[in-house]
Structure formats: structure tokens, C-alpha cells
């Protein structure tokens, strides 16, 4: 099998680089090693920069987020039991974000992608990436259980955090950045309405960090912030409701629904940067080169920025047939993955119960909180970067 480039990993970052090449007419094969119903399954994000969706109506996608999307001109902030909103519209010069799952945009990229007759190799087993120092680069891998090798120009590692791309690049050409955070996130799903359905509301509490989100008018996505030791068998339903009432402010708590769950994990927190993103031939993209803790929602739209940027820089090498693109994108992308880096571990500290820090964590953070609602420069500052800095930053 041959093709121009090949695409590791059919999350996210993988299959809008698919569908953005494909617009270029630039030929590409994705090899998955779960199956369709499996990818799908993952809840994770759910709130989208305008970037992103500018990036998904580029690659011809938009029109689920478009139909579907619920456009969030606000922001709350909940701390010493009281409710602030930052009006993102407003600070910004009229941006906003969208609240749109993560399963909404991997099925609708999927569907495109069959509709579209593109090759996608799902349940590959033992991937491996060869050659990408020179310019013969190859993907082996085992499908119906037969080896096969796919010959390409490029390889894109877009295959997560714990992918074979990031791994197969020799220890001494990479440098890797990481801090983890002493707590977990305890994630609910559930057919309730959400109880601030114009408004993600993050809440900093003594008892811990909180944070109201949507999937839709029907369907609601809380966390709250849980020790790491705990196994998810220890919150019932019932426990975790009563929790998170106790993290908002009495108004938001009064109006919370509350319903059986239907998906409930626990997901650690982490940054993680690895430079540069570029070896030869193989580019990384998404969680394969990055990974920031949740707090700031910018893991799924920096997945997508590095794409736009890594297919705008393809497009070039193949159209104008300049290096330049190429030889940019990790320089280019960095820049901006530096940013909201930045942002997320500070928003993480900002909300979160800290346990080195106790009582003076928390009204260090409440004065902090305070001057934020109050300062025009500081809540503007909070908004640029939570819809989302300029591509080109
Ligand atoms: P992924 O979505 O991880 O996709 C990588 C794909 O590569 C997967 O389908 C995987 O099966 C495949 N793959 C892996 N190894 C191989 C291999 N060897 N061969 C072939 N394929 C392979 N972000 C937020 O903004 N808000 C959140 O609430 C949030 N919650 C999260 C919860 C969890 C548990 C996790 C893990 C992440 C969460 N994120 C969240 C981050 C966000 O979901 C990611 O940033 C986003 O999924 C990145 O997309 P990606 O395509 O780069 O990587
Ligand atoms: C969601 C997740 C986040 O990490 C966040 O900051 C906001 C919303 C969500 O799952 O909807």
C-alpha cells in the first residue's frame, strides 16, 4: 500500500488532518488500533475554540457544530459561595466558544471520512513507524491478521499521549517536559438538563474544584476534583451529587438536576511537552506531543491547531513544493502549545485545592479570584486565552 501521508491514530487530531488533506488533495491512509465504536466511546472534552470550529468548517465538517453546538458567550466563576460571570463576548471583541462533545466531532469526521471513500485501518495491531530520517518513511502493521507495510512521504504521529510515534523517536533527539498534579478529576455524564446551560461554571471551594459543563439541552458533564487513590466503585451516584452541590454557590446548587449517571471515570491531571515536534519525516501532533491538565478545555483545540497548522504546511510542500511550512511547524505550533500550557497549569492552580498549601493556598486563591472579577485587565486577560489566542501567536 502507498500512500502520500500516513496517519497515525483516529482520535481528534488524526482524523482532522485526514479530512483537512483530503480538501488539499493531498492522499492519506489513518491506522487505528481500536475499533470505531471504541474511539467513540471515550468521553472527553467539550468545548471548542472558534479556531477549531473555523477548522472543522475548513475541512467541510461544520455542519453538525454549526446545527448542534450551544455558543457559550460567558464564563462563571464560583468561590466563597458566590457566582461571577466573565462576559468572554464582551472582553474580547465578540468571541466565544462553543460546547460541543468530543464524540460529536470524532463521529462527525468519521462519517465524512467513509463518505468520502478514504482508507481508515481499524484494530491494527503492532504498528510500528520505520524510516523517517530519510525520505522513504513506512508504517507495518497487522491487519485480519496479515502484516502490512504502507509506503509514504510523511508520517503523522497524531496517536496520543501513550502512541508508538513519540516513542520511536531516539531518546538523545527529544526533550520532554512534564509536572503532575497531586489530585484526579471525577467525571459524571448524565440525561439531566444542565444546570447552566449559556455558561461553563468553574467553582474553587474549600472541599475542592468543581466545574459544571453541557453536551447538550438534555444532557449535562460535571467533575469535581477527587484524590487520586480513589477508585470510581467509591463514588455513587449519590455521593458525587451531594459533592458537587456542596462545591457551588446555593443558587446553583437549589437549581442542579440530579439523575442516574451513564458514564463515570477518573482521569489523572498532567502537563507534558515534548520538543521539538518535528524528526525527519515524522511530525507529531496533539496529545502524541502534548498534554495539559483539562482546567483551561485546550486539550482537543490545540489537538486541532497543530493540525491546521501541520496540513497548512503539507499543503505548501506539496502545492508550492517550499520546505518552508515543514521545516517551521514545530517551531510554529510550540509557540502556541507553550501559551495555553501556561493558561491551563495556571487556571489548575487557580481552582484546585492544593494539599502542600492548605489554608493559605486557598485564600491566596480567593484574593486572587476577587481581583480577576474586579480587574477589567485581569478578566480580559483570563478571556483572551480561555476562547482561544490567534493561530499565528
Ligand atoms: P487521542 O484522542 O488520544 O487519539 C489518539 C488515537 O491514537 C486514539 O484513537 C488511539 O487509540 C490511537 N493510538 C494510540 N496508539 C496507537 C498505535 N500504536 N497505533 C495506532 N493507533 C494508536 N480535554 C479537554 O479539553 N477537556 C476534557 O475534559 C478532557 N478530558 C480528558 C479525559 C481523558 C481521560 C483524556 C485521556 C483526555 C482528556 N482531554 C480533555 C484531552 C483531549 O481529549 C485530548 O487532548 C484529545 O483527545 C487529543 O486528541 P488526539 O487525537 O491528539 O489524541
Ligand atoms: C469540559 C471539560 C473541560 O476540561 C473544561 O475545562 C470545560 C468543559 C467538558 O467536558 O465539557
Known amino acids: 500500500m502507498r500512500t502520500q501521508v500516513a496517519i497515525i491514530g483516529a482520535g481528534p487530531s488524526g482524523l482532522l488532518l485526514g479530512a483537512l488533506l483530503h480538501k488539499a488533495g493531498i492522499a492519506n491512509v489513518i491506522i487505528e488500533r481500536q475499533s470505531p465504536d471504541y474511539v467513540l466511546g471515550r468521553i472527553r472534552a467539550g468545548i471548542l475554540e472558534q479556531t477549531t470550529v473555523d477548522a472543522m468548517v475548513e475541512a467541510g465538517v461544520g455542519a453538525g457544530v454549526g446545527r448542534e453546538g450551544i455558543v457559550h458567550q460567558h464564563l462563571d466563576l464560583v468561590f466563597k459561595n458566590q457566582h461571577h460571570a466573565i462576559d468572554l463576548h464582551r472582553l474580547t471583541g465578540g468571541k466565544v466558544v462553543t460546547a460541543y462533545g468530543q464524540t460529536e466531532v470524532t463521529r ?45 512521504d510523511f508520517i503523522a504521529g497524531c496517536d496520543g499521549f501513550h502512541g508508538v510515534c513519540r516513542a520511536s523517536v531516539p531518546k538523545n533527539a527529544i526533550h520532554e517536559f512534564e509536572k503532575v498534579y497531586p489530585f484526579g478529576w471525577l467525571g459524571v455524564l448524565s440525561d439531566t438538563p444542565p444546570v447552566s446551560p449559556h455558561a461553563i461554571i468553574y467553582a474553587n471551594s474549600e472541599r475542592g474544584f468543581a466545574l459544571c459543563s453541557m453536551r447538550s ?62 524528526f525527519g519525516r515524522l511530525f507529531l501532533a496533539g496529545d502524541a506531543a502534548h498534554i495539559v491538565p483539562p482546567t483551561g478545555a485546550k486539550g482537543l483545540n490545540l489537538a486541532a491547531s497543530d493540525v491546521r497548522m501541520l496540513s497548512q504546511a503539507l499543503g505548501e ?76 501567536g
Open 317 to 392: 510542500f506539496y502545492t508550492e513544493k517550499s520546505e518552508a511550512g515543514i521545516d517551521g511547524y514545530s517551531e510554529r505550533a510550540l509557540r502556541r502549545v507553550w501559551r495555553a500550557e501556561r493558561f491551563s497549569w495556571w487556571m489548575t492552580s487557580l481552582l484546585h485545592r492544593f494539599p502542600d498549601t492548605e489554608g493559605f493556598g486557598q485564600r491566596v486563591q480567593e484574593a486572587e479570584l476577587e481581583y480577576l472579577v474586579q480587574s477589567q485587565a485581569a478578566s480580559t486577560a483570563l478571556a483572551e486565552n480561555y476562547v482561544g489566542l490567534p493561530l499565528q
Open 108 to 152: 462527525d469526521l468519521m462519517e465524512a471520512r467513509t463518505a468520502s471513500g478514504q482508507t481508515t485501518v481499524y484494530q491494527a495491531g503492532n504498528v510500528s513507524v520505520h524510516d523517517f530520517d530519510g525520505l522513504h518513511p513506512q508504517v507495518r502493521f497487522e491487519a485480519n491478521g496479515q502484516s502490512q507495510v504502507l509506503d509514504c
Open 217 to 278: 439541552m438534555t444532557r449535562s458533564r460535571y467533575y469535581v476534583q477527587c484524590a487520586l487513590t480513589d477508585p470510581v466503585d467509591a463514588w455513587s451516584d449519590a455521593r458525587f451529587w451531594t459533592e458537587l452541590k456542596s462545591r457551588l454557590d446555593p443558587a446553583t446548587a437549589e437549581r442542579l438536576v440530579t439523575g442516574p449517571s451513564i458514564e463515570k471515570s477518573i482521569a489523572p491531571l498532567r502537563s507534558f511537552v515534548a520538543e521539538p515536534m518535528r
